[in-house]
């Protein structure tokens, strides 16, 4: 029949036909709730106390009452997700004879295509052809190992001459969607007043390395059978927890039976995920968190083809699903397993019924689902007794189940060509069986689609499937370019009245997932895994840069080139410096850590300009090529890789690389409030209390980037003071410091000229990058009176020594102490004069800004302009902009990159020519105008 979900008509065999997108919170949910709400996750990344505990009882809501939600905001990047959706039409077009050469009837691992009929759900042929795909990794697999090692291998690409940049864009996708649902399940377990770690003992490193997709193409029925009926996928329920991406937003598919077995339309809502929990958690969670029967159908003739993308977590194989123990369910609220009514799940009706499975360990359990579904792909890579003795338990109304059937028959035991090995674990009487396949069907009465075996009760009567699936403690990415892993902590700020701030911690737990996944990946390149985390970095500095360097603005010979305003670099007094004189470039080796002679020069150069309290002698500085570099020996020589950082939100992005890369440290984003985005120790007292790792250094910018403002001397001291009490390391980088322009909010007071309370954890990174205008010089030093630390940076400095020619000409410059006072001076006074004509003209656009007195930028506020993108989140907004800023020919550099709590925010670089900087803010009118 045609999809009446589609076309609008109600006849007593489909839907009901209801808004699923309206919910009122504040009612009881009945039994026959007719919409599914809408959960926005920027109720979480906002940061406000308020709006995460409304989040949180929602999502409490949905888990109890519901199982299903649509889910907005989630922090995957939006341009990926579109990428992918633009490309599906792309692969379901290819030519047959292309899909079948990557049909997944050659993969032991299940991996590649599956044409229309290959699966049955309930009795039924489901009308789809799909591709499934997942982390690529290595097959462990081992004669003489459990045969269910083999389900975990590499994927079946299409060819990169077909879709140059579909492996691309799918692993991405998987990358990002897995680590939303991850931080997704910690939620749930918060959600119903569970520890947000609840879920935790069922997993282990193997099952973290990331999830599985299906991406599924529904025809429409135009060229069905007459009397052929629309099931996409029949009736049947999810294993663990599930992200639908409805990609076609002009036809729907998707059927939700509510508690009392009736169903309706869930229709696709652009830029949003539906969420699901399956039966895994309901069955853990004695009914805490309860799974929703689902099923989807065809498009009716002449409607467009439907596609989605369903990712699906995995369990750990090698372990069994163990229930929450009576402590754990009372906490939560759950149900007795006993108080279960045959017929039912948790006295709700479904039309998704469970089977039995012989098994308690989940990779066998797992690979039985999954030749219940595929016994041509058991038949094709497995051992002859076990798909036998899966096709013989109970019927399998598969279309190849006959045959396949008869011809293991026909090859017997005996040419087993691995015997399977069932994992002893814990036997049904002490623990429920499991299933963890990520959406499996059969057809059996007594079967439920997703697969799986069967929980007992008390009396050991068969009451329902029990499958299990992947959790992760990884924290999500939060912004859109994010490089590093993420925190184990952050805090958020928000102002409130009466108090400093309101800090809510949320916790985490530094992981060996992205690790173990990294370690992988790295291998099959022969890079090592911080080189690999390198080159798979992906930040609009970068790309802001490279665009704008390919296409620079001249006013002659490029007048419509793009206005590099992102990059923090001091162009408008680049030629005071290049009328100096150097001495040609020296042919030989010269002290690693920098000459005396040039250490001498910076130690002097700061004694004086930055009011040093304690003199520097030259044995307080080693110089290496850059500050980049500097900071990275400083923090391999301080952190051990699972240490943490603290460090205050914005920032400057390139931290990510400097401090974590080599060293092996993570950084424990600790988000301050807008607008003046203020520091203080309660701040970082709560991150570091809540930390799972207890942190090593507090990391900080003065001047400010991208802020462009000074922090006081007293916040110094205050800071200073409570990381001594905490004996942690502070490092603090002062790129800026002269180029302060005005002393307007504060003075800029180097950390050296103030009387620290502990001066052997107390450091200081400066370099001429920023003050003299020698970005391409690549000098930059470390300054600590920690003489073991000196030795341990000198003992690396071979690996980012400064050349010596760059040695000798920043020494000589440094040297001309007059002429570093009277550039000084001029710089700052250029800086001011462009600031003040900057801001009048972003006083005229209307465009608000913190007010700045160092660097040569300013952070603006453009959040106002995001609303012209009401179908995408403020994220995503800010990006679009950005993109649209970068068409109208001006780079500015977006907030996301600086890990900014809020949405909105830019980075306006000034210090150009006031006719070229002119023209920018012009383009920049215009873009905002419109």
Not at 224 to 234: I, M, T
Not at 385 to 410: C, M, T, W, Y
Not at 647 to 652: K, L, M, Q
Not at 707 to 734: F, M, N, P, R
Request: net charge negative.
């Amino acid at each position: 029949m045609a999809n009446s979900s589609v076309s609008g008509a109600c006849d007593p065999d489909g839907p009901l036909l209801l808004p699923a997108t309206q919910f009122d919170w504040e009612a009881p949910v009945p039994d026959n709730f007719r919409s599914i709400p809408v959960l926005d996750y920027n109720l979480v990344l906002s940061g406000v106390p308020e709006e995460r505990a409304l989040f949180m009882k929602q999502l409490g809501v949905v888990a109890k009452k519901i199982g299903f939600a649509y889910l907005i905001n989630a922090p995957v990047d939006q341009q990926v997700v579109d990428r992918l959706i633009e490309l599906l039409p792309q692969l379901f077009g290819l030519p047959k004879e292309k899909k079948l050469a990557i049909c997944a009837t050659k993969s032991p691992h299940f991996m590649g295509y599956l044409q229309t009929g290959h699966e049955v759900t309930v009795g039924k042929v489901d009308h789809r052809e799909q591709f499934e795909f997942g982390p690529d990794r290595e097959c462990k697999y081992q004669e003489g190992q459990p045969e269910y090692l083999k389900l975990k291998g590499p994927n079946q690409w299409p060819s990169e001459h077909d879709l140059p940049t579909f492996k691309d864009t799918v692993s991405k996708y998987i990358d990002q969607v897995s680590s939303a649902s991850f931080k997704f399940i910690e939620d749930i377990a918060e959600s119903i007043g569970m520890p947000r770690t609840a879920f935790d003992k069922y997993f282990d490193d193997a099952a973290r390395e990331g999830c599985r997709i299906k991406i599924l193409h529904y025809p429409a029925m135009d060229n069905f059978a007459e009397g052929e009926d629309d099931q996409g996928v029949g009736a049947h329920k999810d294993n663990w927890l599930t992200f639908l991406l409805q990609a076609s937003n002009d036809v729907s598919g998707l059927e939700i039976q509510n508690n009392a077995g009736e169903w309706f339309v869930a229709p696709p809502m652009p830029n949003s995920f539906v969420v699901n929990f399956g039966i895994g958690i309901e069955r853990i969670t004695h009914g805490a968190v309860i799974a929703t029967t689902h099923r989807a159908r065809n498009p009716g003739k002449g409607q467009p083809n439907r596609f989605s993308v369903a990712l699906f977590q995995e369990a750990a194989y090698t372990k069994s699903m163990e229930p929450w123990t009576d402590e754990e369910r009372n906490l939560a609220g759950c149900a007795k397993t006993t108080e279960i009514s045959a017929g039912t799940t948790y006295g709700r009706v479904s039309d998704a019924l469970p089977h039995s499975m012989p098994f308690d360990n989940v990779g066998e359990a797992t690979l039985w689902n999954r030749i219940r579904s595929h016994p041509d792909i058991g038949y094709n890579h497995y051992s002859a007794d076990f798909v036998k003795r899966v096709l013989e338990e109970g019927p399998n109304s598969h279309p190849l189940a006959a045959e396949i059937a008869a011809k293991v028959g026909a090859r017997g035991y005996a040419q087993a060509s691995r015997p399977s090995t069932p994992t002893p674990n814990v036997t049904p009487s002490e623990s429920p069986a499991v299933s963890p396949s990520a959406h499996t069907h059969t057809s059996s009465p007594a079967s439920i689609a997703s697969g799986g075996t069967t929980l007992h009760s008390e009396s050991n009567k068969s009451v329902g499937m029990f499958p299990q699936s992947k959790i992760s403690l990884l924290e999500e990415k939060l912004a859109l370019l994010s490089c590093g892993d993420e925190p184990a902590v952050r805090v958020y700020a928000v102002a409130e009245p009466g108090r400093n701030a309101a800090l809510v911690v949320e916790k985490g737990e530094i992981e060996k997932d992205i690790i173990a996944k990294n370690r992988m990946l790295a291998n099959k390149l022969e890079v090592s895994q911080s080189a690999y985390k390198g080159m798979t970095a992906n930040s609009p500095l970068m790309q802001g840069l490279d665009r704008a360097s390919k296409n620079s603005y001249d006013p002659v010979t490029n007048p419509r080139g793009i206005i590099n305003l992102g990059t923090a670099e001091n162009r408008v007094m680049a030629s005071a410096v290049a009328d100096k004189r150097f001495d040609p470039s020296m042919l030989q080796y010269g002290c690693f850590y920098g000459s005396l002679r040039l250490r001498t020069a910076i130690a002097k150069t700061l004694n004086k300009h930055f009011r040093a309290l304690t003199p520097l002698t030259e044995s307080n500085v080693t110089v290496l090529a850059g500050c980049s570099a500097a900071i990275s020996a400083m923090f391999s020589s301080l952190c051990n890789p699972g240490d943490t950082v603290l460090i205050a939100t914005p920032y400057y992005g390139g931290f990510d690389w400097d401090v974590c890369l080599s060293s092996g440290a993570s950084l424990i984003k600790v988000h301050t409030a807008a607008p003046d985005f203020a520091l203080s120790p309660e701040l970082f007292e709560a991150a570091y209390a809540a930390a799972s790792v207890a942190p090593r250094v507090l990391l900080i910018t003065n001047p400010q980037n991208p802020q462009g403002t000074t922090i006081s001397a007293a916040t110094l001291l205050a800071l200073l003071e409570w990381a001594a009490e905490k004996q942690l390391h502070v490092v603090v980088d002062e790129i800026y410091g002269l180029s302060v322009y005005a002393e307007t909010p504060c003075e800029f007071v180097s950390v050296l000229a103030l009387p620290v309370p502990d001066p052997a954890r107390t450091h200081v990174v400066w370099g001429p990058s920023k003050d003299f205008c020698l970005n391409g010089l690549r000098v930059g030093a470390c300054v600590s009176f920690n003489d073991n630390l000196q030795s341990a940076m000198r003992s690396i400095a071979i690996l980012s020594n400064i050349a010596v020619n760059t040695d000798n000409l920043f020494a000589r410059l440094l040297e001309d102490s007059e002429w570093v006072a009277r550039f000084i001076d001029e710089n700052c006074g250029v800086l001011r004069a462009l600031y003040e004509r900057t801001t009048v003209a972003l006083d005229r656009i209307g465009v608000r800004y913190l007010k700045s007195n160092s660097g040569f930028f300013i952070w603006m506020d453009l959040s106002p302009w995001l609303t012209a993108h009401p179908k995408a989140s403020a994220a995503e907004s800010e990006m679009m902009l950005w993109e649209e800023f970068l068409e109208h020919g001006v780079y500015l550099a977006p907030g996301c990159a600086f890990s900014a709590p809020v949405p909105g925010y830019f980075r306006l670089g000034f210090a150009v020519e006031w006719e070229i900087l002119e023209v920018a803010l012009t383009r920049m009118s215009e873009v905002l105008s419109t």
